[in-house]
């Protein structure tokens, strides 16, 4: 019994010192949790939004015939878009390419009209500034690690600022525009060629998901509208964003 006891402890000794001259040999058990991924170093498919807000720029109108002009200021207003788009990785060393279809909508309402060079009280002026369209986006995604020569594990291997911008068209409305004196005077809308730019800066914060913070500018040129009067009317629409987003890479 002694003997088969001292035989069975050999044996287990034995098989500890073997499992462990075996984990010696093979280095140190890895974690099953995966590092946390560089933007401009993988490709594939991406979806995301992209939510902001910001400045529009003041827009007019005529009506009475063109002998009355009526300029809209706006209060900061929203922008929130839907993305889906490519990453094509590196391009040209530590530069990633990017390309990515973007629909999305903004509003701003009135904070007071000016008539004629004559300001109205907030309180008396009303309206909203609405868009809705799409953009076919290109952005270009710069490697900090790889620009700088340094490890791809490095932390700034996790930031990657881009700049771009994109083309595409836009349904803009000057919504029940107006004073209390004489009720809605505008309520018209239009659709044009549009356009953006765009730069900011992309943190990896989980496995393909990207953190983005940026700026953008919106503008939408050449616009018509017709007042409740028929008088017509050209103008531009357009507005400075702080955009913040979130990108999901597969």
Do not use: W
């Not at 490697?143 to 911008?165: C, E, K, W």
């Not at 007042?227 to 955009?243: I, K």
Request: net charge positive; proline share 3%.
């Amino acid at each position: 019994m002694i003997k088969s006891l001292a035989l069975g402890a050999a044996l287990g000794l034995g098989a500890g010192l073997s499992m462990a001259n075996a984990a010696d040999m093979t280095g140190p058990v890895r974690s099953g949790i995966a590092p946390l991924s560089v933007p401009a170093s993988l490709s594939g498919f991406y979806f995301g939004t992209r939510n902001g807000f910001g400045a529009a720029r003041d827009t007019r109108f005529d009506i009475g015939g063109g002998g009355v002009n009526v300029t809209n200021q706006y209060e900061l207003g929203v922008y929130n878009g839907l993305m889906a788009g490519y990453n094509f990785g590196p391009v040209l060393g530590g530069v990633g390419l990017r390309g990515e279809l973007e629909f999305g909508r903004s509003q701003f309402s009135i904070k007071t009209h000016t008539v004629n060079g004559a300001r109205v009280a907030g309180i008396d002026s009303f309206g909203d500034l609405r868009s809705f369209g799409g953009f076919a986006n290109v952005f270009l995604d710069f490697n900090l690690a790889t620009l700088a020569g340094l490890p791809a594990d490095s932390l700034l291997a996790r930031i990657t600022p881009y700049v771009g911008g994109g083309v595409g068209y836009s349904q803009v409305e000057l919504r029940r525009m107006g004073v209390s004196a004489t009720g809605v005077i505008m309520d018209d809308s239009d659709g044009r060629f549009a356009y953006n730019l765009a730069a900011g800066v992309g943190i990896s914060v989980f496995d393909r998901t990207t953190l983005e913070i940026g700026y953008r500018y919106l503008a939408v040129p050449d616009l018509q509208f017709v007042a409740r009067d028929g008088t017509r009317t050209r103008t531009s629409a357009g507005a400075n964003m702080v955009t913040l987003g979130m990108r999901r890479q597969f």
